[in-house]
């Protein structure tokens, strides 16, 4: 199985959706179509502020990868966060999530991009474990808080 990334493009909007709809439901995500429509739809058509990559072939893909960017003081410039990765469940296991945070970054930071963050799930050890093999570390002085707008 192959974790080749594509870029996503608007073509291939409905088959992204159907892979976010897919996530948001295992996570118990309360998100309606039309907030994930808008929350994708604009990173298809370029938008400075993300990307959305299909993982496998893009006529079929797995899964997804959403990278997001930001300025940084702390990290010297731009830097980006993953707000979402997801590989459908028949194909977990086999190392393609692990390739792709492993082989994103290092684009990225050939790319100008000084850090790359995610969030994780306290209670989720699996998904810490495969970040952590990734090189990503958690930062022990921080919590990520939010404000919904």
Same mark, same amino acid.
């Given at each position: ?18 892979? &976010? ?8 995500l ?16 370029g ?17 997804? &990868? ?6 940084? &003081? ?15 469940? !028949?194909? +977990?296991?086999?190392?393609? !999530? ?15 991009i ?7 799930? +306290?209670?989720?050890? &699996? ?23």
């Amino acid at each position: 199985m192959s974790a080749a990334l594509h870029l996503a493009k608007p073509d291939d909007l409905d088959r992204l959706l159907a892979l &976010v709809a897919t996530f948001h439901d295992e996570q118990d995500l309360q998100t309606t179509d039309e907030a994930r429509r808008a929350g994708i739809a604009p990173l298809l058509d370029g938008i400075p502020h993300g990307a959305a990559y299909l993982i496998g072939p893009p006529r079929a893909p797995i899964g997804y &990868v959403i990278i997001t960017f930001g300025w940084s &003081v702390e990290f010297g410039g731009m830097d980006a966060f993953v707000d979402e990765i997801f590989v459908r469940r !028949a194909v +977990r296991g086999r190392g393609i !999530a692990s390739e792709v945070l492993i082989s994103l970054p290092q684009a990225l930071a050939q790319g100008g991009i000084g850090a790359i963050h995610l969030e994780v799930d +306290r209670e989720n050890a &699996v998904a810490q474990r495969l970040y952590a093999r990734a090189g990503f570390n958690p930062r022990e002085r921080y919590v990520l808080m939010s404000k919904n707008l």
